[in-house]
């Protein structure tokens, strides 16, 4: 069993930053395939970015060249710099951990954008 816990959301202006981050219980985080997503109320919840285990990012088109994944194994963390943001990238975010054939998934924490 894996438990993640995020933190970091909250409101913020158009325009302004946020880094939201995610720790992750377990002493093989360094194998996980991490992931963030989103879900805006009455959406389904989509991908936002992910990262291998190896360093391998992958983004949504929405976000590209706003958000940045990154991942600290020493700290068992992976993070979500969201710069840029727009009135649409609110949503809850989610926590995601892949490992081996088993999937977690955090609380969430809410991320408004607003004026």
């Known amino acids: 069993q894996v438990q993640l816990v995020e933190s970091g959301g909250g409101l913020v202006q158009p325009g302004g930053p946020l880094r939201l981050s995610c720790a992750a219980s377990g002493s093989i985080f360094r194998a996980y395939t991490m992931g963030w997503y989103r879900q805006a109320p009455g959406k389904q919840r989509d991908l936002v970015a992910h990262?291998?285990?190896?360093?391998?990012?992958t983004y949504a088109d929405s976000v590209k060249g706003r958000f940045t994944i990154s991942r600290d194994n020493a700290k068992n963390t992976v993070y979500l710099q969201m710069n840029s943001l727009k009135p649409e990238d609110t949503a809850v975010y989610y926590c995601?951990?892949?490992?081996?054939?088993?999937?977690?998934w955090g609380q969430g924490t809410q991320v408004t954008v607003s004026s």
């Open positions: 990262i291998t285990s190896g360093g391998s990012t």
């Open positions: 995601r951990a892949i490992v081996t054939i088993n999937a977690y």
